[in-house]
């Protein structure tokens, strides 16, 4: 069964902080506040919000840590993952959270400028952007979708 794909529009609710698990692989967590409007029974405006974490790895995650900050209004597509997890207090939390597989400045009210990265070497099986747990596309899926001919070394841009 495919995963499932969210895409969430919102703020991020604090600055991107860039950390590295023991093997050193980069990691950032970000925290999004999705804002919904909408007009009651007596015509007044009210608003909701809802937050949501998103986890980005690897190159996207230094590329964030390095492009966004608190406020910044973001579009997040990804797929949502739930674990469990016991808690300084002794209970059990269940979380549900974003694996982000792309994100960015949203451009609706705002322009940014792109700067492409150097490609790394090494970029073993998670380059190309690819979440974890996610094949590797082939010239014959590529082909199906319409793609032609389609090289997984091939840049997105």
Not at 25 to 37: D, F, P
Not at 62 to 85: C, D, F, I, M, P
Not at 130 to 135: C, Y
Request: with cysteine; proline share 4%.
């Amino acid at each position: 069964m495919a995963d499932s794909t969210v895409t969430l529009v919102g703020n991020l609710t604090r600055d991107p902080e860039l950390r590295f698990t023991n093997s050193g692989l980069a990691t950032v967590r970000v925290g999004i506040a999705v804002n919904r409007r909408k007009q009651n029974a007596q015509g007044e405006w009210e608003e909701n919000t809802s937050f949501f974490d998103a986890i980005c790895w690897r190159e996207m995650a230094e590329n964030v840590a390095a492009s966004l900050a608190k406020g910044s209004r973001v579009v997040v597509t990804g797929r949502l993952e739930q674990r469990t997890y016991e808690n300084r207090e002794g209970n059990t939390v269940n979380v549900v959270e974003v694996i982000a597989d792309e994100i960015g400045p949203s451009l609706r009210w705002a322009s940014a400028t792109v700067e492409r990265n150097e490609k790394k070497a090494g970029g073993g099986d998670f380059g190309g952007g690819r979440a974890p747990n996610r094949p590797a596309p082939t010239d014959a899926t590529a082909d199906q979708a319409g793609g032609g001919a389609y090289s997984t070394d091939e840049e997105p841009f």
